[in-house]
């Protein structure tokens, strides 16, 4: 994996993980708003499902794959978010 796109994910997940933690639990609801009528990026659907194939197909890093299933949630929003946008 590109050394960029593995820091990349690892920044991003590291940020949705958090939301899951319960200190930052309150904060999921404005985020999920945020991605439904702010999140602007109609491209980034490519490249983060790269980064998610990578990440899966790199076997070494299971502490980061996990954390990626825990969020998948919340970057398949961005993911189909993205993707719309770019149907448009």
Do not use: W
């Amino acid at each position: 994996m590109q050394r960029s796109n593995a820091a990349l994910l690892m920044f991003q997940v590291r940020i949705l993980y958090l939301l899951e933690e319960k200190n930052f639990s309150q904060f999921r609801p404005m985020f999920m708003l945020y991605i439904e009528r702010t999140f602007c990026a109609p491209l980034v659907h490519r490249q983060i499902l790269v980064c998610i194939k990578q990440v899966l197909e790199n076997q070494q890093q299971g502490e980061l794959i996990s954390r990626v299933s825990s969020v998948l949630d919340m970057i398949f929003k961005f993911i189909v978010q993205s993707a719309q946008l770019y149907a448009k």
